[in-house]
C-alpha cells in the first residue's frame, strides 16, 4: 500500500535516545522505536493508511512475498519447509476514533462521531488530531465550562453527543476556509509513546491494537533473523476495521484460507481497582494472555490444549482469559467450513483511552510464544485438531 500524502504523515522516530532509558528491556530498541511508530501514527478504523504505510516498511524485509485485500489490510508470507498448513497470525491495524460530523456556524466547534467503541468519561480535555486535505489539526474535546453549569447538571455525567471539537476557529467560515476542516475528516487521539523510568512499562494510545500488529512484525522478524525452522507457511496480517465489526478479518481471510488462525491482540488486565478477577482475570507483567472464550467465538479446544501445553512445555509465562467482546478471530472460525481459531493476547490497562498501559515482558512473551507454536504446527497437529 503507498504511503499517506507527505504533508499529512507524521514523520517515523529513528533516534532511539527519543524513546528509551538506559535500564535493560526484553525487546530489543530497534523493535521499541517501531512500536512507538505504531502507536503514535494515524489511523482510525477505515483511515489506517498511514500506518498501514509503517506496517508495510517493516514487514516487507522479513517477508517471502507482500499482498493486500481491497479493503486496505496487508499480508506477509513467510515459507517454511511446507506449503501447508497456512498458518495466519493477525493483529488489527486500526484504532478507536472520531469522525467530522458537522461545523457549529458561529464559533466553529466540531461536532463528531465516535468510530469504536469509547467510554464517554474518558473524553473530555484530551486532545486530538484531526487529519484534513491540506495537514493535521490539533483540537481539544471540550463541552459546556463547568463554571457555568447548574448545581443539577454538575451531578450528570457528560454525554458525547454534547460534546464538540475546538480547533481554535472562530467560526464555521474560519474552520471551513482556515482550518480546511469539512464533514467526514477523521480524528484520532493525540498522545505520545512513553517508557517509564526503571521499567519495562510503556503507555500510549492505540495500544488496541498496534501491540498485536507489533507482536505479528516481531514474530516475522524473529522467524527470519534466528532461521527458525517451521513446517508450515506463515501469513502475518494488518487487518483494518476491527474497531467497527470485523471488516477486514473477513477479507484477509477470504484473501488466505487459512488452516489454523491465531488472533493477536490486547487482554483488558484486571489489576485495576474494583475489579472482580473473574471480570478480568489476567495481570500485566504476568506473562501472554491465551483466550479461552469470549463473545465472539468459542476456541477449537484442542487447540487451545495445544496452545497450553506449549506454553507449559517451554516455561514461557501466560495466563487464561475470558473477554466479554470480540476479535478478528469471531470472522476467521467461520471461514469457509471452519478454521480452528484462537486469540493470544497482551494484558493492557486502560485500553480504548489516550493513554494505554502495557509490560514489554508480557509482549516478549506473546512472542516467544508464537514462535514456539510455528515450530510446533505440522500438518498431522493441524489436522488433528479437528480429527474425531
Not at 521499541?32 to 482510525?44: A, Q, R, Y
Not at 455525567?157 to 454534547?162: A, E, G, R, T
Not at 505479528?216 to 476495521?241: D, I, W
Not at 493476547?345 to 493513554?355: G, L, Q
Amino acid at each position: 500500500m503507498p504511503p499517506a500524502a507527505e504533508s499529512t504523515v507524521s514523520p517515523p522516530i529513528t533516534d532511539i535516545s527519543t524513546v528509551l532509558e538506559c535500564e535493560p528491556m526484553t525487546v530489543d530498541g530497534d523493535s521499541i522505536v517501531l512500536l512507538k511508530n505504531l502507536s503514535e501514527s494515524f489511523g482510525p478504523s477505515g483511515f489506517e493508511r498511514e500506518t498501514a504505510s509503517i506496517v508495510k516498511a517493516a514487514g516487507e524485509k522479513y517477508a517471502d512475498e507482500v499482498s493486500f485485500d481491497k479493503l486496505g489490510s496487508i499480508v506477509f508470507k513467510k515459507r517454511g519447509t511446507s506449503d501447508s498448513p497456512r498458518v495466519l497470525l493477525a493483529g488489527h491495524m486500526d484504532e478507536v476514533g472520531f469522525v467530522v460530523t458537522g461545523i457549529e456556524k458561529e464559533f466553529g466547534y466540531l461536532t463528531f462521531s465516535p468510530l469504536g467503541g469509547w467510554f464517554d468519561q474518558v473524553l473530555l480535555g484530551q486532545r486530538v488530531k484531526v487529519r484534513t486535505r491540506k495537514g493535521d489539526v490539533t483540537g481539544i474535546i471540550a463541552s459546556k465550562p463547568p463554571h457555568l453549569l447548574s448545581a443539577e447538571e454538575r451531578e450528570k455525567v457528560v454525554k458525547l453527543d454534547s460534546m464538540f471539537i475546538d480547533i481554535g476557529a472562530t467560526s464555521r467560515e474560519v474552520a471551513e476556509k482556515k482550518f480546511d476542516v469539512r464533514i467526514g475528516d477523521p480524528v484520532a487521539p493525540l498522545s505520545e509513546f512513553i517508557r517509564t523510568k526503571g521499567a519495562n512499562v510503556v503507555m500510549g494510545k492505540a495500544f488496541d491494537d498496534r501491540i498485536g500488529t507489533f507482536v505479528g512484525l516481531e514474530v516475522l522478524k524473529r522467524l527470519k533473523a534466528e532461521k527458525v525452522q517451521h513446517p508450515n507457511t506463515v501469513f502475518v496480517a494488518g487487518t483494518v476495521q476491527e474497531e467497527v465489526g470485523l471488516r477486514g478479518a473477513e477479507t484477509v481471510v477470504n484473501l488466505i484460507g487459512p488452516d489454523v488462525a491465531f488472533a493477536l491482540e490486547v487482554d483488558i488486565a484486571g489489576d485495576v481497582p474494583g475489579i472482580r478477577p473473574q471480570d478480568a482475570p489476567t495481570k500485566m507483567g504476568n506473562g501472554a494472555s491465551i483466550l479461552t472464550f469470549d463473545t465472539s467465538m468459542i476456541p477449537n479446544q484442542s487447540l487451545k490444549s495445544f496452545v497450553i501445553e506449549t506454553a507449559e512445555k517451554e516455561r514461557i509465562p501466560h495466563q487464561l482469559s475470558t473477554v466479554k467482546g470480540g476479535t478478528d478471530a469471531g470472522r476467521f472460525h467461520l471461514s469457509g467450513a471452519g478454521c480452528p481459531s484462537i486469540v493470544l493476547s497482551v494484558p493492557t490497562r486502560h485500553i480504548h483511552s489516550h493513554s494505554a498501559v502495557a509490560d514489554l515482558s508480557d509482549v516478549d512473551n506473546a512472542v516467544r510464544l508464537v514462535v514456539a507454536l510455528l515450530k510446533r504446527l505440522d500438518a498431522t497437529t493441524v489436522e488433528g485438531f479437528t480429527r474425531l
